[in-house]
């Protein structure tokens, strides 16, 4: 992730005062419908002035909150891609506390700490420093988390959510930040709602189909 770090390298002061004065008049009323509108709502007490900064650049309907594609416009991996859509809309769900559909100031922030927390993680188990989660760097991660998947189960998960399409001839590429976080999320929530059903906690349930389809239908 990255903050905004200000005007396009582009953007030239000398070609800005190049044009003539009606166009300064113009340009000065177009700065000062800009200003009042970036007035319309302010950071609140104690708020990271960057963090802040970065939230009303991609809030681009000045609406005081995100979207789910404003969002996703403000959540990049380490290779600047942006994250995967499905983890975005599992990140509103978790951080939408109000229930409004969109991202305040407030949770925004309270999500940017925890995707901090879990590039942490990512980042301590990502041995080679590839940027991706493979193979055993998967099994390692989640065996810390207390989730011992056995082997067939680990590949469909890094199967599933592989940042590409394997190969037939070799492994999956690898598992991104974003869809690491969403792979692990979803581990934990199955888990759980198994755990809940697992009265004698023997790892065997019997299940209806409507027990079965609201357990996955849970998962992120």
């Known amino acids: 992730m ?3 770090s200000g005007p396009s390298p582009n953007y030239s002061v000398d070609r800005a005062h190049s044009h003539s004065s009606s166009h300064s008049q113009h340009r000065h009323h177009s700065h000062s419908s800009r200003h009042n509108s970036s007035l319309s709502y302010g950071p609140p007490a104690g708020a990271d002035p960057q963090l802040w900064q970065w939230f009303t650049t991609v809030d681009t309907d000045r609406s005081g909150s995100l979207s789910v594609n404003e969002l996703q416009s403000a959540l990049v991996n380490g290779n600047w891609s942006k994250f995967d859509l499905d983890t975005v809309k599992m990140l509103m769900n978790i951080f939408d506390t109000d229930r409004s559909g969109t991202i305040g100031f407030s949770e925004f922030a309270g999500l ?15 041995r ?10 998967l099994a390692e991660a989640l065996q810390s988390f207390g989730y011992n998947l056995s082997p067939p189960l680990l590949t469909m998960l890094e199967h599933k959510y592989a940042s590409g399409i394997a190969s ?4 999956p590429p690898g598992i991104t930040f974003d869809r690491f976080v969403r792979a692990c999320v979803t581990v934990k929530t199955l888990t759980e709602a198994f755990q809940r059903v697992d009265t004698d906690q ?6 209806s189909y409507e027990e079965f389809m609201k357990i996955t239908l849970s998962a992120p």
């Open 2 to 4: 990255s903050y905004y």
């Open 128 to 137: 080679d420093q590839s940027g991706s989660i493979e193979g055993r760097e």
């Open 202 to 207: 023997d790892g065997w349930v019997q299940l």
């Open 168 to 171: 037939s001839y070799g492994p």
């Open 112 to 126: 940017w700490k925890y995707i901090a927390d879990w590039q942490r993680v990512f980042k301590h188990f990502d």
